[in-house]
């Protein structure tokens, strides 16, 4: 994506740059370093306010760049924050840059500052640096500023997220979820829905904000996957299982559930499997899951990747199914947790719109071996969910019984609202 692409994604005249002063200018410019690439970043102010013992900078960084011979060498640099409400004094960018002359090893001084440097400022340092070649001086004013936030809308979205466009804050969530692994407010998410007909969505993006929404709690009030055509939801399915052990290794050294991972990606299966035929399905979910290579996989690697995501979903398939059937009572659930969606309103992920929160906490257990199957299986004396073990051999299968399962209940589903709205509309 070019500059010019990225700028679209940030307002600039709703960054507040007249007040981005103090420890707001700091941390601002932290974030952005840390973008950047910037390794053992430190803050170094003590305290709030501009009287806080700095040590001669408010932050320090190291960057690495390949050298002449390729190899990565290490640079030094120091960071002076200067919010003004005016162009920065001289003698102050003097004086910063003069305290470096007693660190021997320092390759870059920055100056940033949320206004401007005045053109007298910028000869004295063209002059200083001649004389002076280590270390190099930057100045980074307000337009410089504006520039490094334009192509690190995550950096904006951090901080002041209204002053990135729809299209810039799905960016912003985007990379914060993959190259972080963060997640961003419920209130972004909503901005994000209620603009989806006009944002340029990408298969990373939609994962990121499908994991996103189980990360906050909820699919059923923006179901992603129903609302996405199905080439793309395929890519976003694949790009998902392909980095299936870097979501869960991330989530790990993150601290983050990845439980969270499994359910999106048990998600986006389970809206594949609507409309997909179970056999090319369950290929297509080990060639992504193997990166190509299934045939090279031991049958237990493929197991113990695909274990977690099937057998949530059949817990899910299980769990919801058995909710309402006349062959069920009370048990203790497994797949699905308490919440917005994880019984009553299951079925509306596979819709387009969503539905309000309300919260079900029912929890159900096969108690009869005859009568009708709500979902079609027949008068087995056993529930198929329950009697199929996730499995690599069992995986079409196991596809075969989630379609039939979508199918049958979520129409039942659609009913029962479309009645329960009927009855609310009928006068008294």
């Given at each position: 994506m070019g500059d010019a692409a990225a700028k679209d994604w940030v307002l600039p005249a709703s960054i507040p740059f007249a007040t981005l002063k103090g420890c707001d200018l700091e941390e601002c410019v932290y974030w952005l370093l840390d973008a950047m690439g910037a390794k053992d970043l430190e803050w170094r102010t003590g305290g709030a306010g501009g009287g806080a013992a700095d040590g001669g900078r408010d932050l320090e960084a190291t960057f690495y760049a390949p050298g002449a011979d390729g190899e990565m060498e290490s640079q030094r640099w120091w960071i002076e924050c200067k919010g003004r409400a005016g162009t920065v004094e001289p003698d102050e960018v003097k004086a910063a840059v003069n305290n470096t002359?007693?660190?021997?090893?320092?390759?870059?001084?920055?100056?940033?500052?949320n206004t401007q440097f005045s053109n007298p400022t910028r000869d004295w340092i063209k002059q200083w640096q001649s004389s002076h070649p280590r270390p190099k001086v930057k100045l980074w004013d307000h337009h410089q500023l504006e520039r490094f936030l334009s192509k690190h809308p995550d950096v904006v979205l951090r901080l002041f997220s209204e002053a990135l466009s729809p299209d810039g804050q799905f960016h912003a969530l985007q990379e914060k979820f993959w190259n972080r692994l963060e997640f961003v407010q419920p209130g972004v998410?909503?901005?994000?829905?209620?603009t989806r007909s006009d944002l340029a969505l990408t298969e990373l993006g939609l994962f990121a904000v499908i994991a996103n929404e189980f990360a906050n709690g909820s699919i059923v009030k923006r179901p992603w996957g129903g609302a996405i055509d199905r080439e793309a939801l395929l890519n976003v399915?694949?790009?998902?299982?392909?980095n299936t052990s870097f979501l869960v290794m991330r989530s790990v050294k993150a601290g983050v559930d990845q439980h969270q991972m499994i359910r999106t990606l048990a998600y986006v299966i389970l809206v594949a499997a609507t409309y997909s035929e179970p056999e090319p399905l369950a290929r297509f979910?080990?060639?992504?899951?193997?990166?190509?290579?299934?045939?090279?996989?031991?049958?237990?690697?493929?197991?113990?990747?695909?274990?977690?995501?099937v057998g949530q979903l059949l817990s899910e398939m299980q769990n919801v199914c058995s909710a309402d059937c006349a062959r069920f009572g009370s048990h203790e659930r497994m797949g699905l947790s308490s919440g917005t969606d994880e019984?009553?309103?299951?079925w509306v992920r596979l819709d387009a719109e969503g539905v309000p929160e309300d919260e079900d906490n029912r929890v159900l257990l096969l108690i009869r071996t005859s009568g009708p199957c709500d979902a079609g299986f027949g008068n087995e004396r056993s529930c198929p969910l329950f009697d199929i073990q996730p499995d690599v051999g069992n995986l079409a299968e196991i596809l075969q019984l989630v379609q039939q399962v979508a199918k049958v209940r979520s129409l039942q589903a659609a009913e029962k609202r479309k009645d329960e709205i009927a009855k609310q509309k009928k006068p008294i």
């Open positions: 002359l007693a660190t021997g090893n320092l390759d870059y001084v920055v100056i940033a500052t998410l909503e901005k994000l829905w209620a399915l694949h790009f998902g299982l392909v979910i080990l060639e992504s899951l193997c990166r190509g290579r299934p045939d090279e996989y031991p049958e237990d690697v493929k197991n113990y990747l695909i274990r977690p995501i019984l009553k309103d299951y």
